[in-house]
């Protein structure tokens, strides 16, 4: 952390006062975080962005919480990120032109599909699910929201995660055999429509390149050579690694477990690095955390410390975060479709 980068921070916060917040996820880097007025999980950045007074809202994250964060600013505000280039492998697995003929292809058959995306994915999409009635969860509110899907009395299309999709339904407890992964090759014209029409859930084939890296074999491994430890995973990561695990859930949930372990605790943790980090230190000499093994994201590095600053800098002149109105619209019923239910 750079001495004079940190006080232009800090001196800039001070001048913009009230009219500035700053947010951030918690896989981004302790420089960054150390500058957050609200650090948070998905769900909770959500929930906050909609009550936020600052015409300045700066997201440290990747570039579809920003999206997220646009659709949910009041008139007046502006969204700004201080990475524009910090993608989400998992966002992109599933583009909206595909999910739209995917879901498309389902509805023509006469089934009555609700689309439930998770909000890993771009505004276009969660225009796409809102413009049909669906609706955005997170992995902190994965079950409340899909129950809710259930409840409608239609098939559900969960994207674009496939393992916090079955993670969820075991939680639920439906069938493995009322689920069925989708094989969207070819634009969509390999989907098994007979397969699918027997399904309770449609689950798109996308995983997180940084949860997947955790396996039960590593769980295993720790079980043998730390004898009493404690595993607890986010839902992001394989049905099996979830399984083998003592606990999983969000990022806020993991927090949680850990501040709630005994003293004396030792915990590994299969999540991105930097929480996993920041949790260590924030307990040493109390409790012994460790990570299941390293898996960093490489988008969320790429909010620094520097690249906040320069966002700060340029916030009179730059152009902030915008989603078409077109998208906008269905996109933010999605939305706030979640933060309803979730409510409850």
Known sequence: MDASTTDKITAIRRSRGDSLAILAHHYQCDAVVAHADILGDSLELSRKVAGLSARDIVFCGVFFMAETAAMLAGPGQRVHIPAPD??????EMAPAALAATVLGRLRATGRDVLPLTYVNSSAAVKAVVGACGGSVCTSANAAKMLRWALDQGRGVL????????????????VPADKRHILDIRAGGAQL???AAAGAEVLLWPGQCVIHSRFKARDIAAVRAAHPGARVVVHPECAPETVQAADAAGSTSF????????????????????????????????????????LSGCSNMAKGTEENLLAALASLDTAAPVTVPEDVRGPATAAVEKMLEVSAR
């Open 192 to 194: 098994d429509l007979a």
């Open 254 to 293: 993991i927090i949680k477990y850990v501040a709630e372990a005994p003293a004396g605790a030792e915990i590994f943790i299969g999540t991105e690095i930097n929480l996993v980090s920041r949790l260590a230190r924030r307990y040493q000499g109390e409790k012994a955390i460790r990570p299941l093994c």
């Open 86 to 91: 910090a993608a989400c492998v998992m966002s």
């Open 158 to 173: 969960f994207l674009p995660d496939k393992m916090l999709g079955q993670n969820t339904c075991d939680a639920l407890g």
